[in-house]
C-alpha cells in the first residue's frame, strides 16, 4: 500500500456544485496533515490545515477520520478558479517536518 | 516578503554535466528541502535539513548532493547528470518545532524545471 493514496481524477463538476475528495494514509503516527493546491505548472500552495475536530475556511471543509486514516477536503460552492490539482500533505512521522504528498486529485469547474 | 526564492527557473544540461539548484527563504526556517515532480508521481523528497549544518536524505537522494552553511540556503548540487533526473524541482522550508510538528506547513518556492538530454 502506498503511503498515501488519492483518487487522480479528473473530477469534472458544474460551477456550483459541492464536491469531495479523500485522501488515505498508511501511517497510523502521523500527527500533521494538509491540503494544498497546485495550479499547472506552478508550486503547490498551502490551501489548509486539517485539525482532528474538523475545519472550515469559507467554501472549503477539511475533515481527518484517524481510524480509517484518512482526510477529506469538501469544495461547496465550486467557482471555475477552484480548478487545480488538490494535494494531500501527511507527516511521515509523529515527530518531524518530512511530508508524503498524495499524487494530486485534478478538479475541473466548468461553466 | 520573499519567502522561498529558486533560481533558475529553467535549465537545460546535457547528460554527465554538473550544476547547483539554488535555494533561499528569508524567514528564519530551520527546517528546508528539496522535492522532485514527476508525472503521476507525486512529489518525492530528495534530501532535507533541520538546521544549519544538518542535513540528511530523503526517499530518492541518489545523485544528488546538498550542504547547509547558513539557515538561509540550502543549495541543491547535481553531481553528473541524467536523463532521470529531468523533472521539476521545488524547495520547501518551514519552521521547525522540534516537537510535535502540528501545523507547520511547507512553504514551496516557485520550482525550477530541469530537462537533461
Known amino acids: 500500500r502506498k503511503e498515501v493514496e488519492q483518487d487522480p481524477g479528473p473530477f469534472n463538476v458544474p460551477e456550483g456544485a459541492t464536491v469531495a475528495f479523500n485522501c488515505t494514509y498508511s501511517n497510523s503516527a502521523s500527527q500533521s496533515f494538509f491540503w494544498y493546491r497546485q495550479d499547472c505548472r506552478k508550486e503547490p500552495k498551502l490551501l489548509m490545515s486539517v485539525y482532528s475536530s474538523g475545519n472550515e475556511d469559507g467554501r472549503f471543509t477539511a475533515q481527518l477520520n484517524r481510524a480509517s486514516q484518512y482526510i477529506s477536503l469538501l469544495i461547496r460552492d465550486s467557482k471555475l478558479s477552484d480548478s487545480a490539482t488538490y494535494l494531500c500533505?501527511?507527516?511521515?512521522?509523529?515527530?518531524?517536518?518530512?511530508?508524503?504528498f498524495g499524487p494530486g486529485t485534478r478538479l475541473s469547474v466548468l461553466p | 516578503n520573499a519567502g522561498v526564492t529558486q533560481t533558475p527557473k529553467f535549465q537545460v544540461l546535457k547528460t554527465g554535466q554538473s550544476m547547483t539548484l539554488q535555494c533561499a527563504q528569508d524567514m528564519n526556517h530551520e527546517y528546508m528541502s528539496w522535492y522532485r515532480q514527476d508525472p503521476g508521481m507525486g512529489l518525492r523528497l530528495i534530501h532535507y535539513?533541520?538546521?544549519?549544518?544538518?542535513?540528511d536524505q530523503g526517499e530518492v537522494p541518489n545523485g544528488y548532493n546538498v550542504s547547509r552553511s547558513t539557515t538561509e540556503d540550502f543549495p541543491l548540487r547535481l553531481l553528473s547528470a541524467a536523463p532521470s533526473q529531468t523533472s521539476v524541482y521545488f524547495c520547501?522550508?518551514?519552521?521547525?518545532?522540534?516537537?510535535?510538528?502540528?501545523?507547520?506547513?511547507?512553504?514551496f518556492g516557485n520550482g525550477t524545471r530541469l530537462t537533461v538530454t
Open positions: 520547501a522550508s518551514s519552521y521547525s518545532l522540534g516537537g510535535p510538528s502540528y501545523n507547520s506547513p511547507l512553504h
Open positions: 500533505a501527511v507527516n511521515k512521522d509523529n515527530y518531524g517536518q518530512n511530508f508524503v
Open positions: 535539513s533541520v538546521g544549519a549544518g544538518i542535513t
